[in-house]
Each structure stands twice: as structure tokens, then as C-alpha cells.
């Protein structure tokens, strides 16, 4: 079992840049995908990035692709999402997800381990 906490949400301007931080607990955190999410007021949770184990695979929804850049560092046990030319449309409580593998790969889906969120507001 792992626990996620995040950290470096925040209140920033249109066209501003953040830097997500979720930490995990544990000694197996090479292990698991990890992903992160988003939901918005009034809106379903939905995808936003994830990365492989080893961090060699990728993925972006589309709305982000360009924008943010996921990356880990499995001596941390720690995954950041670099958000940059945020828009108000980004503003949502982003959640930190883990699913543990075995194989190299990513997913946006079935996510077996859940932070509690951070909130991230963007101003017009």
C-alpha cells in the first residue's frame, strides 16, 4: 500500500506557472504508474498526465499536452507536474494516483491509490 500527499498548489495568474509535488510513502514507489488528476467545480475527476515506472513513458491529455510535463524521481518517491501557461480553464483540485505494474507502461485509468488534492486556481 502506498500514501500520497501533494503539495504546490496554489493561486496564480493567467499565464503562470506552477510545479505539483506528490510524495509517497513506501519502498516500492518504482513500482506503480503514477498519474495525476484533475476535477473542477461541478465536474467529473479526469485524467491529466501519468508516467511509467521508470519515467521513460509519458502521457498527456490533450488539453495540457504542450503545457505540462510530468516527471519523477523514484530516489524521492516523489512525481511533479510542471504546470506552465496555465489557464483559468486549469483551475481544479489536481489529485496524485498510483497503480502498481509490473511491466513499463502508462495508463489513464484504474488507479488504485488517491491523494487527497491540491488546489490550483488561475486567475483571468
Known amino acids: 500500500q502506498v500514501q500520497l500527499v501533494e503539495s504546490g498548489g496554489g493561486l496564480v495568474q493567467a499565464g503562470g506557472s506552477l510545479r505539483l509535488s506528490c510524495a509517497a510513502s513506501?519502498?516500492?514507489?518504482?513500482?506503480?504508474?503514477m498519474g495525476w488528476f484533475r476535477q473542477a467545480p461541478g465536474k467529473e475527476r479526469v485524467f491529466v498526465s501519468a508516467?511509467?515506472?521508470?519515467?521513460?513513458?509519458?502521457r498527456y491529455a490533450d488539453s495540457v499536452k504542450g503545457r505540462f510535463t510530468i516527471s519523477r524521481d523514484n530516489a524521492k518517491n516523489t512525481v511533479y507536474l510542471q504546470m506552465n501557461s496555465l489557464k483559468p480553464e486549469d483551475t481544479a483540485v489536481y489529485y496524485c494516483?498510483?497503480?502498481?505494474?509490473?511491466?513499463?507502461?502508462?495508463?489513464?485509468?484504474?488507479?488504485?491509490?488517491w491523494g487527497q488534492g491540491t488546489q490550483v486556481t488561475v486567475s483571468s
Open positions: 513506501g519502498r516500492t514507489f518504482s513500482s506503480y504508474i
Open positions: 508516467i511509467s515506472r521508470s519515467g521513460t513513458i509519458t
Open positions: 494516483a498510483a497503480r502498481p505494474t509490473v511491466v513499463e507502461v502508462t495508463t489513464t485509468t484504474d488507479y488504485d491509490y
